[in-house]
């Protein structure tokens, strides 16, 4: 499918013969996925599927995240069209890439949740594709860091985020978006000496021994020097990438529940991104687009661009041309 047969060609998500290639058709119609990708429940020979996680039970102060994974969506139909920016391949060529659709679940049984979440990216990851997750409130990453920790072992976590999450909770039990990584830590499912944060600005007396680039680090010090150390920290790690959109100033992205000032713009989360490839990225997640508070839909922009650098960032080191992991 090309630019030329958008005039004719509509619902690619549905129709589109294959899981390569860009996708054009005319971005106001058709049926919406994640970047037009196909929607498919077969993974056979699938590299990667995206899912969405639309859960939002957890959060302190605004609701409406489970409202993130369409909003995302929606805001992908106008990068479909292009080969991703600044990365120099196209993951789209290289791979054969889905969108998998969300993840089912009853609302009202909320204590199931986390144990379904498990179960569905663990089902991804058994089929061989590997998962990049649209979500939903914070809290969602726990069980995905499960799956891939059962496949892969202890992972190193990336985490761009105005807060840390690590706040003090023994109760393994609770559905919780400000304590699921300190439970991570406990748990064994990441390693804090491979693990950073970036962009905090809140206080927490315990990080879990994780490494915190804040927020005033990256404006001191700038994208280039805040990638080095991340990738100086995870190493040669499997390393888990999970981008909470409060991690950008609300200037960037208001719609979200808990926004705090002085956070990174879109301009440096992209540069740091980019600035990541090499990474042994296994999967990742966005979270926290809660687009009832921006009715501009520029929060759920910036997490399909996200999304977009997570999928470039996980090909890097397997795209058929790459040399020694470069």
């Known amino acids: 499918m090309a630019l030329e047969d958008a005039k004719s060609e509509v619902d690619g998500a549905i129709t ?20 037009r990708r196909s929607l498919t429940k077969d993974l056979a020979g699938v590299d990667l599927a995206i899912t969405g996680i639309p859960f939002d039970q957890a959060v302190t102060n605004r609701p ?11 805001a992908s139909t106008l990068q479909a069209f292009d080969v991703p920016y600044g990365w ?5 060529d290289a791979f054969d890439i889905v969108d998998y659709g969300d993840m089912a679940f009853d609302y009202a049984s909320v204590a199931e949740f986390p144990a379904r979440a498990e179960a569905h990216v663990a089902g991804i990851l058994k089929a061989g594709a590997a998962c ?26 990336v985490q761009f985020d105005a807060h840390t999450d690590t706040w ?16 991570a830590v406990k748990a064994g499912l990441i390693d804090p000496a491979r693990s950073v944060q970036i962009g905090i ?6 990080t879990m021994g994780i490494t915190v680039l804040d927020a005033p680090f990256v404006h001191e010090h700038g994208p280039a020097a805040t990638a080095a150390r991340v990738r100086e920290i995870v190493g040669e790690a499997p390393a888990y990438l999970s981008f909470d959109i409060d991690a950008l100033d609300p200037a960037f992205a208001p719609g979200t529940g808990t926004p705090v000032w002085g956070g990174l713009s879109s301009a440096q989360a992209a540069a740091i991104l980019r600035g990541l490839r090499g990474l042994n990225m296994v999967g990742g997640d966005v979270v926290e687009v809660s687009p009832p508070y921006d009715p501009t839909g520029v929060t759920a922009i910036a997490g399909a661009h996200v999304a977009v650098e997570l999928i470039c960032l996980w090909g890097w080191t397997r795209r058929p041309d790459a040399e020694d992991g470069a």
């Open 168 to 183: 003090a909770d023994d109760d393994m039990a609770r559905i919780d978006h400000g304590t699921m990584f300190g439970k």
């Open 88 to 92: 120099g391949y196209n993951p789209f």
């Open 16 to 35: 589109r013969k294959g899981h390569r290639g860009l996708a054009y058709e005319n971005a106001f119609a058709g049926v919406t996925s994640f970047l």
């Open 132 to 157: 990049i997750a649209l979500g939903g409130d914070h809290s969602v990453s726990l069980a995905l860091l499960r799956a891939h920790a059962a496949k892969h072992g202890p992972l190193a976590l």
């Open 201 to 206: 600005r809140t206080d927490n007396p315990d």
């Open 64 to 74: 409406g995240t489970r409202f993130g994974p369409r909003a995302i969506r929606e």
